[in-house]
């Protein structure tokens, strides 16, 4: 697949690639201004201390050039040694001082941005379990994974110590003014004289700079969103030879990356450079001034305090250039962190929402009509049927004819748009979350596993269960002799998705994960579709105990798997075409009837 150029970058609820970038907002959020404040309040105890320490170090800081001034100006040419002596001691002093201040206050501020960080990045992957299938459906995992872990890093150093050191560096600039007119009054008003001229350029080039780090941005998260698809789908890139395409593809990628990436460090370093020009045009006039231009003439002592006095002025400016591009450069990923906080949670609780009581399992679906977007063609059409508890129904039917969403909108997943589910008569869309899925055991066609243990795996459907009724589950289902093969037994580790066991043993193990649940509404998606037919029968068995007492939902192509069904419903365009058990069905002889047929034949 060959990567298409997109013109214009679409908004983050829009479904995109790859190779689409996300809508840019050309204007700072005052919004996630405020959030930012909000992160920032809870950590304010060690920054409030952070910043008392911060005056008192730079008050004892910028004291010690008033004492080289007192030693070159009056103890030297006096010849005063005891007040030399006294001067350097102060000096010294000042300078331990202040060092010792700025590692309690560097500590402090650490801390106090590991946790905002914590923060942040809790909230983020809170709200991330929470949205919609809908939210993973229409966007690269990549370009969310980035959100979470590298974004939140960016930004740590911009939230903690940028703050903090933004009003360190304005009460340095407040100070050393104070220190200088004391010193000077017309060498301190030519050193304040290239600030108006800073301050135009930089509010000039502000629009252009975030711009600049949006872009790249945008460009950041396209090379993660690629990078994860890849590894994703290293197996089938191996096996269709596309390595060299993929290549070529990361490539390109990485070259818009690093081209807004210098356009925007291009862009940030000006505002350096023009602080640093600006900032050595003004030591030189004022060195002219001392010099040339007062009378009487400056004194060495006062020219040379004076020189450090505005190398400390224009250093707290510099570093305040600094901190804004940091700031600017934040602002782009604290817009995609904020935007995904943000994020509607399209499925959660109703007010006043009830909590289900013991769920029987009479399930009854009246006039469902549903699609994904919200627009036609609908995949399900005016869908109605009862399931009755002990009774087990297989959904069966051509791909994509809505037997999945069947399941879905059951477990809700997704949000009804027309009709009604019931489950023993009470509306799914006014119980809780919890009190539903809680009595659901759900298999989805996806046997996703854990990085943990096999045990932890199975525990997963119920986390407080016992060795004995993870042995149990397992045993029900089939998966116990494979599992006592393994290296370790139940302790043997699984890798992410399950790497080094079979499509068909972890189909077991998820199936095992489902029956120690104990859920009194069972659901079955494809649940044998990569078990072998000796297994099957383990899992057949397995199935048949499960499903007394419940009512058990069964999406499956073999026939083995559903012609034992008290009730077998026939998916065609997302209507129920056909409805019976399967003598029924096939004395019809109609597209179950074909169905099997066809199975027969293969």
């Known amino acids: ?161 940028g703050i903090i050191n933004f009003i360190i560096e304005v009460l340095n600039i407040v100070f050393i003014i104070f220190f200088m007119f004391r010193v000077s009054t017309q060498l301190a008003s030519v050193a304040v004289l290239g600030l108006p001229l800073l301050a135009l350029f930089i509010w000039t080039i502000k629009p252009a700079q975030r711009r600049a780090w949006q872009r790249y941005s945008n460009k950041n998260a396209n090379l993660n969103a690629y990078v994860q698809e890849s590894i994703d789908g290293v197996k089938v890139t191996q096996a269709f030879d596309r390595q060299k395409t993929n290549l070529g593809i990361m490539d390109s990628l990485t070259d818009e990356r690093n081209r807004e990436w210098m356009r925007a460090v291009y862009i940030s370093n000006s505002v350096w450079f023009s602080a640093e020009t600006i900032g050595h045009l003004v030591f030189s006039f004022l060195y002219i001034t001392g010099a040339y231009l007062m009378n009487p003439m400056a004194s060495f002592g006062m020219l040379l305090v004076m020189g450090n006095y505005l190398w400390r002025f224009w250093q707290p400016i510099i570093n305040l250039a600094n901190i804004y591009n940091t700031f600017i450069s934040a602002m782009a990923y604290l817009d995609r962190i904020f935007d995904t906080i943000a994020e509607p949670v399209s499925i959660e609780n109703i007010p006043n929402a009830v909590e289900f009581p013991f769920v029987r399992g009479h399930v009854e679906f009246k006039n469902v009509s549903f699609s994904y977007d919200g627009s036609p063609p609908k995949v399900l059409n005016n869908v109605s049927f009862d399931g009755h508890p002990g009774e087990s129904i297989a959904i069966v039917g051509p791909t994509g004819a809505g037997k999945t969403t069947i399941v879905n909108l059951l477990s809700r997943f997704y949000n009804i748009e027309e009709g009604q589910v019931l489950v023993d008569g009470q509306d799914i869309m006014k119980v809780t979350l919890h009190s539903l899925r809680s009595q659901m055991g759900i298999m989805l ?107 058990s939902f069964i999406i499956a192509h073999r026939l083995s798997t559903i012609r034992n069904c008290t009730k077998i419903m026939f998916i065609k365009d997302g209507e129920i075409a056909e409805c019976g058990n399967h003598e029924e069905l096939m004395e019809l002889k109609g597209r179950y009837f074909e169905f099997c047929q066809a199975q027969y034949a293969d």
């Open 1 to 161: 697949m060959s990567r298409k150029k997109q013109a214009e970058p679409v908004r983050s609820d829009e479904r995109n690639r790859y190779d689409v970038d996300e809508y840019l907002d050309e204007k700072v959020s005052l919004f996630n201004v405020k959030r930012c404040l909000g992160y920032i309040a809870k950590a304010r105890s060690p920054l409030r201390l952070a910043l008392l320490l911060s005056i008192v170090e730079n008050l004892v800081s910028l004291s010690g050039p008033l004492f080289i001034l007192h030693a070159l100006d009056t103890a030297i040419p006096n010849k005063d040694v005891r007040l030399l002596l006294l001067m350097a001691a102060c000096l010294g002093g000042s300078i331990v001082i202040s060092i010792g201040l700025g590692t309690i206050r560097n500590v402090l501020v650490a801390r106090a941005g590991a946790g905002i960080i914590h923060d942040i990045r809790y909230d983020l992957f809170s709200h991330l379990q929470k949205l919609a299938f809908n939210f993973y459906d229409s966007r690269p995992h990549g370009k969310i994974f980035v959100r979470v872990v590298p974004y939140v890093n960016s930004v740590s150093d911009a939230l903690s110590n």
């Open 445 to 551: 066609q996806d046997s996703y596993l854990f990085t943990g243990t096999v045990a932890d795996n199975i525990r997963y459907g119920k986390l407080d269960a016992t060795d004995g009724e993870i042995r149990a589950a397992a045993q029900l289902i089939g998966a116990h002799n494979f599992i006592e093969k393994l290296p370790q037994g139940y302790d043997t580790p699984v890798t992410e998705r399950g790497g080094g066991i079979s499509q068909g043993e972890r189909q077991l193990l998820a199936f095992a994960r489902t029956l120690i649940s104990n859920p009194r509404i069972l659901i079955l998606d494809e649940a044998t579709s990569s078990i072998d037919t000796g297994t099957e029968q383990l899992v057949q068995d397995g199935i048949q105990t499960l499903m007394k007492g419940r009512t």
